[in-house]
């Protein structure tokens, strides 16, 4: 199973996405669900064909949760279990 990642274009010097060694750092955002639709595709072929029929609203979406930052890449990535 794969899912959506929008890699964002962030600065190192970013004190919300790097804050410190002992801290959680960001710069990346799983798209899970859209309207409460879960979005996993059964094969990365799906997962790419979604992507490039809805790109400019993952772009907007991505950018919008890093207040406004630009997405550098996005990805199909295996699925991770939560842990």
């Not at 799983?30 to 790419?48: E, Q």
């Amino acid at each position: 199973m794969y899912e959506i990642v929008a890699i964002m274009a962030m600065l190192a010097t970013d004190p919300k996405v790097y804050p410190g060694k002992d801290l959680k750092q960001e710069d990346a955002l799983r798209i899970t669900h859209n309207n409460g639709v879960p979005l996993v595709f059964k094969n990365i072929d799906i997962c790419y064909e979604h992507v490039w029929a809805n790109l400019e609203k993952i772009k907007k979406f991505a950018s919008s949760e890093f207040d406004g930052a630009p997405v550098k890449h996005i990805v199909c990535a295996p699925v991770q279990e939560d842990t």
